[in-house]
Nanobody
Framework: QVQLVESGGGSVQAGGSLTLSCAASRYSYCMGWFRQAPGKEREGVASIHTSRGTTSFADSVTGRFTIYRDNARNTLNLQMNSLKPEDTGMYYC?????????????????????WGQGTQVTVSS
């Protein structure tokens, strides 16, 4: 079992920034951030291979979001810049099924086994 706790959500105006943090009881090779807007399916925003450091981003956030491990705080963070109203949603941290040998980690929700409770992000125009 892996316990995941997200924090850092909030309300910001378009163009603003937020950093989400995820505290995990342990980290799997593949960790990811996902979001779900009302009435929409959960989508993979970013993933990271915690051993190789390789990252993957959805096209909609590439160049604006960064995913990284904060080793000092032992958290998985999602730095979100230039936020847009369409970034609004519940953001979830998840631990996935990847192996050491994978070069990149999937952003498909079906490849992740453990989920946090989520933190809400609201971006107003």
């Amino acid at each position: 079992q892996v316990q995941l706790v997200e924090s850092g959500g909030g309300s910001v105006q378009a163009g603003g920034s937020l950093t989400l943090s995820c505290a995990a009881s342990r980290y799997s090779y593949c960790m990811g951030w996902f979001r779900q807007a009302p009435g929409k399916e959960r989508e993979g925003v970013a993933s990271i291979h915690t051993s190789r450091g390789t990252t993957s981003f959805a096209d909609s956030v590439t160049g604006r979001f960064t995913i990284y491990r904060d080793n000092a705080r032992n958290t998985l963070n999602l730095q979100m810049n230039s936020l847009k109203p369409e970034d609004t949603g519940m953001y979830y941290c998840a631990a996935g099924q990847g192996t050491y040998w994978a070069n990149y980690c999937s952003r498909s929700p079906s490849d992740y086994d453990y989920w946090g409770q989520g933190t809400q992000v609201t971006v107003s125009s």
